[in-house]
């Protein structure tokens, strides 16, 4: 069992900035990749940000230079830092976890957190 907690989500201004987080806890041998989603009013879910465990990170273009993600060293958790945010970066902001229970069978699962409110006003 592994359990996702995030932290909490806010109202910023335009420009402003918003740190997001999330840990994951339970029967954990490492997490494979981490990841940052969102999903806006209307619109389809769309990956932000990834951290891979051997170091790749990857964001998607329209958070490139404002959005930074990294991994906790000892803790399992990730952070996402926002900034210059913009009014169209409102969405319910969704982490992902690739766990991987034993390093020996291999087995693993993809957990997701409850979902953060990020809302950006103009």
């Known amino acids: 069992q592994v359990h996702l907690k995030e932290s909490e989500g806010g109202l910023v201004q335009a420009g402003g900035s918003l740190n997001l987080w999330c840990s994951a806890s339970?029967?954990?041998?490492?997490?494979?990749?981490w990841g940052w989603y969102r999903q806006a009013p209307g619109k389809q879910r769309e990956l932000v940000a990834t951290?891979?465990?051997?170091?790749?990170?990857t964001y998607t273009d329209s958070v490139k230079g404002r959005f930074t993600i990294w991994r906790g060293n000892a803790e399992n958790t990730v952070y996402l830092q926002m900034n210059s945010l913009k009014p169209e970066d409102t969405a319910v902001y969704y982490c992902?976890?690739?766990?991987?229970?034993?390093?020996?069978?291999?087995?693993?699962?993809?957990?997701w957190g409850q979902g953060i409110q990020v809302t950006v006003s103009s």
């Open positions: 992902k976890a690739d766990v991987l229970f034993s390093a020996v069978s291999g087995d693993g699962y993809e957990y």
């Open positions: 339970g029967s954990i041998f490492s997490i494979n990749e």
């Open positions: 951290a891979s465990g051997d170091g790749t990170i």
